[in-house]
């Protein structure tokens, strides 16, 4: 079964800080992105990863950073954190089917 | 852009009701419509997923349908039970941003004993 992991899993940081989200898969799946969860406002997607290398943005890139250097791994970059940046960040791997799987989540506090 | 609403916002229902979760997207050229199940503060659980050559799909209680035409897709319940109270999202893929997902809001599901 498909399987996602995410650390940290709760983060509470102070602006400006740089940190780091990352995120694994452990099925070799192409396809993997990133969505932050905001309450009134649902999932949006961040960035995206169609192959090693290959990344683009999504609906609210701003502030973020990916890469993709390998297959199995896709961290999530705040080079300069911000409150508005407070939020449920998700990350996603999308099977042969179409179906998507989702990491547990990290909750991430800026203050 | 894919836009995807969910109604109703919220459900509170006794034990045993079947129910009828709706979900309609503007862009029926869709891939794949997904629904999830999400408990307080944990991630996303694949629930069904329908793609856009299928109209439904089944997984025990469970019931999806898929309607591309009329840009509609509905969950049913059966039997609803206490441990179904979760919040329950659909999202729609759109074809010529495909992986992307576009969610709606959920719908928060309440089912008392």
């Known amino acids: 079964e498909a399987q996602v992991t995410q650390n940290p899993r709760y983060l509470i940081t102070v602006t400006g800080k740089k940190l780091t989200v990352t995120c694994s898969q452990n099925m070799n799946h192409e396809y993997m992105s990133w969505y932050r969860q905001d309450p009134g406002l649902g999932l949006r997607q961040i960035y995206y990863?169609?192959?090693?290398?290959?990344?683009d943005k999504g609906d609210v890139p701003e502030g973020y950073k990916v890469s993709r250097k390998e297959k199995r791994n896709f961290p999530l970059i705040l080079e300069s954190p911000s409150p508005n940046q407070t939020s449920l960040y998700f990350c996603?791997?999308?099977?042969?089917?179409?179906?998507?799987?989702f990491g547990p989540g990290t909750r991430l506090t800026v203050l | 852009k894919q836009e995807v609403t969910q109604i109703p916002a919220a459900l509170s229902v006794p034990e045993g009701e079947n129910l009828v979760l709706n979900c309609s997207f503007t862009d029926s050229a869709i891939y794949n419509l997904q629904w999830f199940r999400q408990d307080p503060g944990k991630g996303l659980t694949s629930l069904l997923l329908i793609q856009s050559s299928q109209r439904e799909q089944t997984s025990g209680r469970l019931n999806a349908s898929l309607d591309k035409s009329s840009g509609r897709s509905t969950l049913y319940i059966a039997a609803s039970q206490p441990g179904d109270s979760a919040t329950y999202l659909c999202?729609?893929?759109?074809?010529?941003?495909?992986?992307?997902?576009?969610f709606g809001r959920g719908t928060q599901l309440t089912v008392w004993p």
């Open positions: 999202a729609a893929d759109r074809g010529s941003t495909l992986g992307r997902l576009y």
């Open positions: 996603a791997i999308r099977g042969v089917r179409g179906e998507q799987f």
């Open positions: 990863s169609m192959n090693v290398e290959v990344t």
